[in-house]
């Protein structure tokens, strides 16, 4: 995956995460989400924090702070069924009865979005997802509404100068899709659109360059939950060589001194599944697993001097920060080395808060950072607020009737620059804590 994104880079030049926006579905009842792009706070902490982009400043980094349950991560959760939504558009579409039985689609397509539960009223309401990238300096806002299973409206814009409207869908059928500009090339084939499958999917499958471009860019987001220690590390050919281990060394060595080296046995195993033979040109689905073995060389000693190693099962004899360590990092380096963002929840999740705040610091650092890539985490660490802008902190709050709100700092009036947020944040001042006072 790193490779493909890299190569974007290359071709695409600035990719940039600017927003997600998420309603009626899980504790969500109306549209909330985050954005990056900076606000003007006087150049609080602009050239270390932030990127420029056509003139605009985005933040390296957002913090998503709140209380336990308060929709932290059913934020990020969100954004991937919205990743799989589009996946699922493009299955779908292919209109082949065999790829429905094959068990992770299945599961998939058994698995319908939820509609917010504590109001009666948003059963019959659409859920809504609305993403903002930029590709080439140029602001696209992709969105959908979804109700039933079947896409109630869909729309995407580009915005350089002035927006323009490349998508618009104002129903479930096809024949209410408007195509213009990039898209327009579509048309002769906006049929094959199902009611239950994404516009824009669908014309990346059939290989419209701009829809490709914008999917690929949202398809390479990465999720991680630091909580799922029981997994091993998502290894791959790419970055299991010897440059990467090296690279994992530095850092897993702070955790455990004795580590000398990594081996990794990679098995890979792939199932291929024709979409259509008659519409999609052949084209493949492919659902890769693969096992991974790790094992960890350590040092012995005797009399304080080494005298040889010994190879250990990595998950077994390591502790759970340490592999969650391990878990990270080629994550962490595939997005510093393409550019591209990374999603991480409950980052402190088993580290040492020195740990924590070494890792985030490679997004602000312009040596580890050259390409401009972007984190976006859950955390209950307050160390991570020490040198952090105002707009970069974000509070999940849910309120008595099971609403959650996300809101910036700088949203809140009489926060200082110089305020010790952190201090104010374990007090209440902005809410996203749990309420222990009725156990007093």
Partial sequence: MGEGIIQDVERYGVIMFVSFSVGNTGPFKEITGITTLAENLKKEFLEENTFEVSGQNYNKISYIYGANGSGKTNYLAALTKMQKMIIMSTVLGANNNKLLEVPAIKKELAAPIETFKFDIDCKSKETYFEIQVIIEEILYTYSFAIQDGKIQKELLTKKKKRTEVLIK???????????????????????????????????????????????????????????????????????????????????????????????????????????????????ELVIKNIHVSVQSLHATYKDHKQVGEIELPFLKYESNGTIRMLRVLPAIFEALDAG???????????????????????????????????????????????????????????NQYGETRMCRLSDYPNVRSNDNIAVKYLQGVFGAIPNTQDLK
Avoid at 183 to 193: G, I, P
Avoid at 224 to 247: C, K, L, Q, W, Y
Avoid at 377 to 397: E, I, K, Y
């Fill in 169 to 283: 869908r104002t129903s479930p059928k096809y024949e209410d899709i408007v195509l213009r500009s990039g898209l327009s090339s579509f048309k002769n084939m906006v049929s094959v659109v199902r009611e239950d499958a994404l516009c824009l999917a669908m014309a990346a499958m059939l290989n419209n360059p701009l829809a490709s471009m914008i999917l690929n860019e949202i398809m390479n987001y990465r999720v991680i939950n630091m909580a799922s220690v029981g997994n091993a590390p998502d290894f791959d050919e790419e970055n299991t060589n010897e440059e990467a281990i090296e690279r994992y060394l530095k850092y897993l060595k702070i955790a455990d001194p004795t580590l000398t080296n990594l081996k990794v046995d990679l098995e890979s195993k792939m199932d291929k599944h024709v979409l259509s033979e008659d519409d999609l040109e052949n084209k």
């Fill in 340 to 398: 591209s963002t990374l999603f991480i929840d409950e980052i402190e999740n088993g580290l040492h808060p020195n740990l924590v705040k070494l890792l985030a610091g490679l997004f602000n650092s312009n040596e580890s950072n050259p390409h401009h890539a972007q984190l976006i985490c859950t955390t209950h660490d307050t160390l991570l607020l020490d040198g952090v802008r105002r707009d970069q902190v974000w509070f999940t709050d849910k």
